[in-house]
């Protein structure tokens, strides 16, 4: 079973006693450093619990004085000079390497005078900051989507309101919201195309959802078959590689890997593309716990091109997509749909991907 993170651990029990009444609405929370010597922690985990109680608001702070027990009917975050606001909803709080969303955001409402406001939903849940973003009076919403298919019903009803909304990273499925996403298919197609050049023949897809649950990682997987196709690595009398992607859950992820590292040196596969690099990441390390080398026994190739992918070893080559400018075009098509509703065509935005060649890949 995959272990809990030190911060929710800190954030689970401070939420359950506010649940339970035990802090009130109003009530002072441990300060940072109090927190720390509680949990047996650094007070940067400590800071990171607070953030994430502050960011489903069951908190809120204020500079000087601490963090306070938010009232559920009341909202505590100071209003912004001109009262135009929009909402960011992601499914993480501080992922290494995608802030550049909320960097590029900025980059384009500072030529406005609207504002941000972030949420994560890593504690309450999508449904229910969508449900309460609904009512509130933010001006539009980017969304994050966990996945191309989840909350349907209530985005539906964004679409019925007509709320001006936008989605990064993924589409919804049957609802028409404008988009603003990286090339997936054109990552997924270069990717596979330069363990091709590099001489492979056999290379797996894996992923960490359904294809069908995401449109990115659907688009990948097609620019993966795309290019085993055009370079004629498809046998179509036998079931081959086109389903070569495999699912997996967080309470056994890690036995899945070791499955799939297994078949891939069982079957001769010798590259793989991987739906993002914090998998291929993980690939990489259980390989070496297995005794195995990349790119020695098999070449990886990931996809987002994180901090991380050129600090571990060997530096990962993965898909670079620009964070940065999908958040500064979500940010201007969304203010456009707000300010000219009737003029704005619903055409997605997709953001070109580049190659990063590292040392994960070897010539054969």
Same mark, same amino acid.
């Given at each position: 079973?995959?272990?809990?993170? #030190? $911060?929710?651990?800190?954030?689970?029990?401070?939420?359950?006693?506010?649940?339970?009444?035990?802090?009130?609405?109003?009530?002072?929370?441990?300060?940072?450093?109090?927190?720390?010597?509680?949990? %047996?922690?650094?007070?940067?985990?400590? %800071?990171?619990?607070?953030?994430?109680?502050?960011? /489903?608001?069951?908190?809120?702070?204020?500079?000087?004085?601490?963090?306070?027990?938010?009232?559920?009917? /009341?909202?505590?975050?100071?209003?912004?000079?001109?009262?135009?606001?929009?909402?960011?909803?992601? +499914?993480? /709080?501080?992922?290494?390497? #995608?802030?550049? @969303?909320?960097? &590029?955001?900025?980059?384009?409402?500072?030529?406005? !005078? @609207?504002?941000?406001?972030?949420?994560?939903?890593?504690?309450?849940?999508? *449904?229910?900051?969508?449900?309460?973003?609904?009512?509130?009076?933010?001006? &539009?919403?980017?969304?994050? +989507?966990?996945?191309?298919?989840?909350?349907? &019903?209530?985005? $539906?009803?964004?679409?019925?309101?007509?709320?001006?909304?936008?989605?990064?990273?993924?589409?919804?499925?049957?609802?028409?919201?404008?988009?603003?996403?990286?090339?997936?298919?054109?990552?997924? $197609?270069?990717?596979?195309?330069?363990?091709?050049?590099?001489?492979?023949?056999?290379?797996?897809?894996?992923?960490?959802?359904?294809?069908?649950?995401?449109?990115?990682?659907?688009?990948?997987?097609? &620019?993966?078959?795309? /290019? #085993?196709?055009?370079?004629?690595?498809?046998? @179509?009398?036998?079931?081959?590689?086109? !389903?070569?992607? #495999?699912?997996?859950?967080?309470?056994?992820? *890690?036995? $899945?890997?070791?499955?799939?590292?297994?078949?891939?040196?069982?079957?001769?596969?010798?590259?793989?593309?991987?739906?993002?690099?914090?998998?291929?990441?993980?690939?990489?390390?259980?390989?070496?716990?297995?005794?195995?080398?990349?790119?020695?026994?098999?070449?990886?190739?990931?996809?987002?091109?994180?901090?991380?992918?050129?600090?571990?070893?060997?530096?990962?080559?993965?898909?670079?997509?620009?964070?940065?400018?999908?958040?500064?075009?979500?940010? *201007?098509?969304?203010?456009?749909?707000?300010?000219? +509703?009737?003029?704005? +065509?619903?055409?997605?935005?997709?953001?070109?991907?580049?190659?990063?060649?590292?040392?994960?890949? %070897?010539?054969?």
């Amino acid at each position: 079973m995959e272990q809990i993170p #030190l $911060y929710q651990h800190i954030v689970n029990a401070l939420t359950a006693k506010i649940e339970s009444g035990e802090l009130q609405a109003g009530d002072q929370l441990p300060t940072e450093a109090e927190i720390s010597k509680e949990y %047996k922690v650094s007070r940067i985990t400590s %800071k990171r619990a607070l953030n994430e109680l502050e960011n /489903a608001k069951l908190i809120y702070r204020i500079q000087g004085k601490g963090s306070f027990v938010s009232d559920a009917k /009341a909202d505590h975050r100071p209003l912004s000079k001109t009262g135009k606001e929009i909402l960011l909803i992601l +499914p993480f /709080a501080h992922n290494p390497g #995608l802030g550049d @969303y909320e960097k &590029g955001i900025n980059e384009y409402l500072a030529t406005t !005078d @609207y504002s941000l406001n972030i949420q994560s939903n890593t504690i309450v849940g999508q *449904r229910k900051l969508l449900e309460s973003a609904l009512q509130s009076a933010h001006s &539009g919403l980017i969304l994050y +989507p966990i996945s191309s298919i989840s909350d349907l &019903g209530i985005l $539906y009803q964004y679409h019925l309101a007509k709320y001006p909304l936008v989605t990064m990273d993924k589409c919804i499925e049957g609802i028409p919201f404008l988009s603003v996403v990286s090339d997936n298919f054109g990552g997924g $197609y270069q990717a596979s195309k330069h363990l091709i050049e590099n001489n492979h023949k056999k290379i797996a897809f894996i992923s960490s959802l359904k294809v069908e649950n995401s449109s990115s990682i659907r688009e990948r997987y097609f &620019g993966y078959l795309k /290019a #085993l196709y055009d370079y004629s690595l498809i046998d @179509y009398s036998v079931n081959d590689l086109t !389903d070569r992607y #495999l699912t997996h859950d967080h309470d056994n992820g *890690r036995e $899945y890997y070791i499955q799939f590292i297994q078949s891939v040196v069982n079957q001769g596969i010798t590259g793989i593309v991987a739906e993002n690099d914090l998998i291929a990441i993980e690939i990489i390390q259980i390989a070496k716990e297995l005794g195995l080398s990349v790119p020695d026994d098999f070449s990886v190739v990931g996809f987002d091109d994180i901090h991380l992918a050129s600090f571990v070893e060997p530096k990962l080559t993965t898909i670079s997509q620009d964070f940065g400018q999908m958040g500064y075009q979500a940010a *201007r098509n969304l203010i456009s749909l707000i300010e000219h +509703p009737l003029e704005h +065509p619903l055409e997605n935005v997709v953001i070109p991907v580049r190659l990063m060649e590292r040392q994960t890949v %070897k010539k054969l």
